[in-house]
């Protein structure tokens, strides 16, 4: 088939009108993308550099997931500690509450004067009947014998008793109880007055005692150790000798490590007491001791978890400034400029307009032409 001849006018506005159809066809492209360059054809460079970037952004939107919970963890250490030292405040109360119940220890006057106390408390010994006496301590009673008891084994079975004390001295008998306890010697037995023959039979009230606050403060260290077992976060539980590690780049080589501690009772140096603890001042001052101690432990750790805090939440705010300066810088490279591109739509359509009407000039020309030679 023989070639067409176009004229070069013809050629030239054909040409054209390639050119900005090529040029409409890449801005519709760019204003429907949003996207100046969508692959590396468009821009080699700035395609493989914009895709560096985001991936870059995107890794850190992760770490941002793993540093959300490192805070949220912190604070659940951190509001532990602060309910723990609320706990320890309410021990201490207890302590000083105890401290404040004033008794009267080993003073309660219970004192039988006999002029033998060998010849007195004989009736122990020789007694042959199932005469005996009772004698109640806060309640407990405790059953004392006559028959086949010696003088020293009364004096014996009598401090044998909890809280309670005996011994024989000089002409007398003197018996005592601790920590503001209430006693009382009544006969009992067969024919029993063994307790009024040796003057014992009676009650002795040694004032309150400290028995029910110790109760109380065993049971607040018992709700320090269940607090602490409660204060965790996805399974992490700084308070029960867990570890945190917070990343704050992608490879690992910028993190925190913060080491988590053990504050239960025990792991606070708090331990239950027992009433002989709190019937002296000074254990209960000893214990008021641990407290303080405690008390200045969680404030120290409660130190250390919000300095850790602080850093993690500074991080985590850089690393979201990051984030945004990556994606802008990645939108620099690869994103459209919409105005500028509205605009050079509207001057395409423009100039594809007079090109159209160009090669309609060029074609009338040649008619023109065709029709001389006719």
Known sequence: MANIAISSAVRENLSSLQNTADLLQQTTKRLSTGLKVSSPIDNPTSFFTAQGLNNR????????????????????????????????????STANTALNTKVKANDFAATVAVTDPTTALSAFANAVSTEAITVTVDGAATVITAKALTVSKFVSSLNAISGLTAKISGTSLALSATNGRSVTVANSGSGGSLGSDIGLAGTFDNGANRDSLVTDYNNLLEQIDQLANDASFNGVNLLKGDSLTAKFNEDGS????????????????????????????????????????ATNTLRSQSSSFGNNLAVVENRQNFTNALISVLETGAGGLT??????????LLALQTRQS?????LSLSNQADQAVLSFIR
């Open 57 to 92: 952004a995107s890794d850190l939107s992760t770490l941002q997931d793993n540093i959300g919970l490192a805070v949220e963890t912190l604070n659940a250490a951190a509001g532990g500690i602060d309910s723990l030292a609320t706990l320890v405040e309410q021990a201490k």
């Open 254 to 293: 910028s993190k925190l490590d913060i080491s988590g501690v053990t504050f239960n009772a025990s792991g606070l140096g708090l331990d239950d007491t027992t009433t002989s603890a709190f019937s002296a001042d000074s254990g209960i001052n000893a214990v008021v001791a641990k407290l303080d101690t």
């Open 335 to 344: 994103l459209a400029d919409t105005n500028v591109e509205g605009a050079n």
């Open 354 to 358: 007079l090109g159209t009407t160009a």
